[in-house]
């Protein structure tokens, strides 16, 4: 189905991921908790609770970052890159040779001077990242290879 390999896992506890990048966007906090909250749930059989679990997410936001990028032929950036990067720490109380403590960056990229706080394009690139950056964190806990 999801390509998720949950062993004999029946819980998981997914704590709030603080935000602590030097460029605090708002939502981001409780919008990659969710996402990955709604991961673990659409694709596995794993009951989320609040403690005790047999398998265990926590991490932060550690970057957010705007740079620009293609630069024209005028010397002016032509796209900005938006990167965020998640530390992660996942804990596999039934299997600790699965554990991992480690960090997912992924970028979208746009025109430059579009990508300001609370944009649609702000938006539409978070939440594209976001569904990279879940794809990658789940993967890293569950992919059976």
């Known amino acids: 189905m999801s390509g998720a390999n949950i ?5 998981c ?11 605090v966007n708002p939502r981001l906090s409780a919008q990659i908790t969710d996402a990955l909250k709604d991961k673990i749930e659409s694709s596995t ?3 989320l609770v609040n403690n005790n679990a047999d398998v265990m997410f926590e991490g932060e936001i550690t970057g957010y970052n705007i740079q620009p990028q293609q630069i024209t032929a005028a010397g002016r950036p032509a796209m900005d890159r938006l ?10 109380e039934l299997e600790p040779d699965n554990n991992y403590n480690r960090s997912f960056s992924r ?13 649609a394009v702000e938006n539409t ?3 594209d990242i976001l569904n ?14």
């Not at 062993?7 to 819980?11: E, I």
């Not at 970028?107 to 944009?119: D, N, P």
């Not at 990279?132 to 290879?145: K, R, T, V």
């Open 132 to 145: 990279e950056l879940i794809e990658d964190i789940f993967m890293g806990a569950f992919a059976s290879w």
């Open 45 to 47: 059989s794993l009951r």
């Open 83 to 92: 990167t965020i990067t998640v530390r992660v720490r996942f804990t596999n």
């Open 7 to 11: 062993g004999n896992a029946r819980t």
């Open 13 to 23: 506890q997914i704590n709030f991921f603080e935000n602590h990048a030097d460029i």
């Open 125 to 127: 690139l978070v939440e």
């Open 107 to 119: 970028f979208q990229e746009a025109a430059t001077g579009t990508i300001t706080s609370g944009s």
